[in-house]
């Protein structure tokens, strides 16, 4: 049997449009765009994060939600204008800051889904994300994650 092969399809809430299909990202921990992230390199920058040294530049990006200052949305714009940035976001709950810096960079942004993301997409699996209905498929688990 191939159950390895079979899709998981996530459903929750788009709220910002587009359609991207990248490698995953995962962390459990709040990202701060502002202050957390070098934006000229996508790099990850605070000091104790599980993602420390870890690039989310042309990642699909799954955190529980941002945290920090609201200059974090134009953080987020500015990487996307420097190709930088992520492909996409799933959030738990997105807030204001991660929601604004998505729609200012045009950068598809999911959350609320009937599975928790956090659990159920690991790094390196090969996720799509539809921002137009609110749906995230993992279409291939990463390789390190098959038993």
Sequence with gaps: MREEN??????????????V???ALVTSQPISFYGGVN??????????HELEGKTISGKIL?????????VGSYVIYHMAKIGTAPLAIINLESEPIIVAGCVLANIPLVDKLDKD????????????????HGIV???????????
Aim: glycine letters at 16%; proline letters at 5%; aromatic letters at 4%.
């Design 6 to 19: 079979k899709k998981i399809v996530l459903k929750g809430r788009g709220l910002v449009e587009g359609r």
């Design 21 to 23: 299909e990248g490698k």
């Design 39 to 48: 934006p000229l390199s996508g790099v990850v920058t605070e000091r104790g």
């Design 62 to 70: 799954v955190f529980p939600y941002g945290k920090g200052s609201t």
């Design 117 to 132: 993301p956090i659990k159920t997409i690991e790094t390196g699996d090969m996720v799509q994300v539809n921002g137009n």
């Design 137 to 147: 498929v993992i279409l291939s688990k990463s390789r390190k994650h098959k038993q």
